[in-house]
């Protein structure tokens, strides 16, 4: 059953869509890369298509993931749901968030959504009829890869000889060096990747108050505007972290290691909680990152439920957060807080800017991926540099810093006696 929209597309389609609106229509993409700043309507956009695309082709579902479960409810949920009011067919569809769903009320088709921090949904996922049609992938430079967005494919496209469709949408990273950045460049059979800012969409659209800021921001910080209006790469050589390798951690790699390192950076609502596990080479000063928990919305009681036995005996080395220490060890946690002399941030940042390489899983540690590549120097209105390490987007940084604490300091300490034996 297809039912007819009663509306004109370039009405609620931006007209630097329309292009690829029209593609998308006759089944010329299999993945649609849609990047851009704020206000771009990216978002807007793909989810039109997926419900025009669902009315048009009875039998034809769509997941709808983001890397976290908890990020669903107040981005594509509602923003599906508001593109199927827009189109006027807001009647004909049943949202729910306990399973989160929406449904196609004539035919029984289904948007499922989804968190990848929990593969094992994103495989069970049971239809009860038809075929995945759609997917997309919100925030797609907050997975930890290509390939760990390759693997929830490979398990949702299977069956019915159809053709597929998944799109990506995401704010490029600052910097070159980010996979989805990265990924982008590559040329690929069935790829398009379009790019899109706010100056294409229709200024009624945004709002007077959207645009003042914009452009408040265009003269007092010129390349933030660009980076988060226009969504332009705009790496500034500034970038700390030098040393970084971004590549698969084996299971043969991880058995053999026998220096292992915990950190936990707490958080909950605002700030991601972040638990790494590292593996920390002394003679070659090389870190190895191969295990992450973390995420928004994540209690104390969630937090140890996920870790393993062997994390839980293994030491972990926390921020000072009292009430949280105790609650863990009550949890079954070996756990102390770092110590944190004055300076401590500085020492630490340094210490591991040093480190001849800092290897990260992307796969299996995202937020570690995504931090250490992006934290840079910031800059003034002027253009001069700020020295001090920025204190944002830090938490899988503060993670590492807690987990090798006990190594830095003792690198402090062997410093400060060479430095009182030649009197300085």
Same mark, same amino acid.
């Given at each position: 059953?297809?039912?007819?929209?009663?509306?004109?597309?370039?009405?609620?389609?931006?007209?630097?869509?329309?292009?690829?609106?029209?593609?998308?229509?006759?089944?010329?993409?299999?993945?649609?890369?849609?990047?851009?700043?704020?206000?771009?309507?990216?978002?807007?956009?793909?989810?039109?298509?997926?419900?025009?695309?669902?009315?048009?082709?009875?039998?034809?579902?769509?997941?709808?993931?983001?890397?976290?479960?908890?990020?669903?409810?107040?981005?594509?949920?509602?923003?599906?749901?508001?593109?199927?009011?827009?189109?006027?067919?807001?009647?004909?569809?049943?949202?729910?968030?306990?399973?989160?769903?929406?449904?196609?009320?004539?035919?029984?088709?289904?948007?499922?959504?989804?968190?990848?921090?929990?593969?094992?949904?994103?495989?069970?996922?049971?239809?009860?009829?038809?075929?995945?049609?759609?997917?997309?992938?919100?925030?797609?430079?907050?997975?930890?890869?290509?390939?760990?967005?390759?693997?929830?494919?490979?398990?949702?496209?299977?069956?019915?000889?159809?053709?597929?469709?998944?799109?990506?949408?995401?704010?490029?990273?600052?910097?070159?060096?980010?996979?989805?950045?990265?990924?982008?460049?590559?040329?690929?059979?069935?790829?398009?990747?379009?790019?899109?800012?706010?100056? $294409?969409?229709?200024? +009624?659209? /945004? @709002? *007077?108050?959207?645009? !003042?800021?914009? &452009?408040?921001?265009?003269?007092?910080?010129?390349? $933030?505007?660009?980076? +988060?209006? /226009? @969504? *332009?790469?705009?790496? !500034?050589?500034? &970038?700390?972290?030098?040393?970084?390798?971004?590549?698969?951690?084996?299971?043969?790699?991880?058995?053999?290691?026998?220096?292992?390192?915990?950190?936990?950076?707490?958080?909950?609502?605002?700030?991601?909680?972040?638990?790494?596990?590292?593996?920390?080479?002394?003679?070659?000063?090389?870190?190895?990152?191969?295990?992450?928990?973390?995420?928004?919305?994540?209690?104390?009681?969630?937090?140890?439920?996920?870790?393993?036995?062997?994390?839980?005996?293994?030491?972990?080395?926390?921020?000072?957060?009292?009430?949280?220490?105790?609650?863990?060890?009550?949890?079954?946690?070996?756990?102390?807080?770092?110590?944190?002399?004055?300076?401590?941030?500085?020492?630490?940042?340094?210490?591991?800017?040093?480190?001849?390489?800092?290897?990260?899983?992307?796969?299996?540690?995202?937020?570690?991926?995504?931090?250490?590549?992006?934290?840079?120097?910031?800059?003034?209105?002027?253009?001069?540099?700020?020295?001090?390490?920025?204190?944002?987007?830090?938490?899988?940084?503060?993670?590492?810093?807690?987990?090798?604490?006990?190594?830095?300091?003792?690198?402090?300490?062997?410093?400060?006696?060479?430095?009182?034996?030649?009197?300085?």
């Amino acid at each position: 059953m297809q039912q007819t929209i009663g509306l004109n597309l370039s009405t609620i389609i931006a007209p630097s869509f329309h292009d690829l609106h029209r593609g998308i229509k006759k089944e010329e993409y299999e993945e649609v890369w849609c990047k851009g700043g704020r206000g771009s309507t990216k978002s807007t956009f793909i989810s039109l298509e997926i419900v025009l695309g669902m009315m048009q082709r009875p039998g034809a579902n769509a997941v709808v993931g983001r890397r976290y479960d908890n990020e669903l409810r107040d981005s594509v949920f509602g923003q599906l749901r508001w593109s199927a009011n827009k189109l006027g067919v807001g009647h004909l569809w049943r949202f729910m968030v306990s399973p989160m769903q929406a449904s196609y009320t004539p035919t029984g088709q289904k948007i499922i959504f989804r968190g990848a921090d929990n593969p094992l949904k994103i495989k069970s996922i049971n239809l009860g009829q038809g075929y995945i049609k759609y997917a997309w992938f919100e925030e797609v430079d907050q997975f930890g890869g290509f390939g760990e967005v390759r693997n929830i494919l490979q398990s949702l496209f299977r069956g019915e000889d159809q053709k597929r469709v998944v799109f990506f949408s995401y704010n490029p990273p600052k910097t070159a060096r980010s996979w989805v950045n990265h990924e982008a460049t590559i040329p690929k059979q069935g790829r398009v990747i379009h790019h899109s800012d706010y100056l $294409s969409v229709p200024a +009624e659209w /945004l @709002g *007077e108050r959207f645009i !003042t800021d914009a &452009e408040h921001l265009k003269k007092t910080n010129e390349i $933030s505007y660009r980076h +988060e209006y /226009l @969504g *332009e790469q705009v790496g !500034t050589g500034l &970038e700390v972290f030098n040393n970084v390798e971004l590549r698969k951690i084996t299971d043969d790699e991880i058995k053999a290691y026998s220096q292992i390192r915990q950190g936990l950076d707490f958080g909950y609502a605002v700030d991601p909680v972040c638990f790494l596990r590292v593996n920390y080479d002394r003679k070659k000063r090389r870190a190895y990152l191969f295990g992450e928990i973390s995420g928004l919305g994540i209690s104390n009681r969630v937090l140890a439920e996920k870790m393993a036995d062997c994390e839980k005996r293994e030491l972990t080395i926390s921020d000072n957060e009292p009430k949280s220490i105790d609650e863990l060890k009550g949890w079954g946690l070996v756990i102390k807080k770092a110590d944190k002399p004055p300076g401590s941030v500085d020492l630490g940042v340094k210490w591991l800017a040093d480190l001849e390489k800092i290897v990260i899983d992307p796969e299996r540690c995202p937020l570690a991926a995504k931090e250490f590549i992006n934290y840079a120097f910031e800059i003034t209105r002027n253009d001069e540099v700020i020295s001090r390490y920025p204190d944002k987007e830090n938490h899988a940084i503060d993670a590492l810093r807690y987990a090798l604490n006990n190594d830095i300091i003792q690198k402090r300490i062997v410093g400060n006696v060479r430095l009182n034996q030649l009197g300085l």
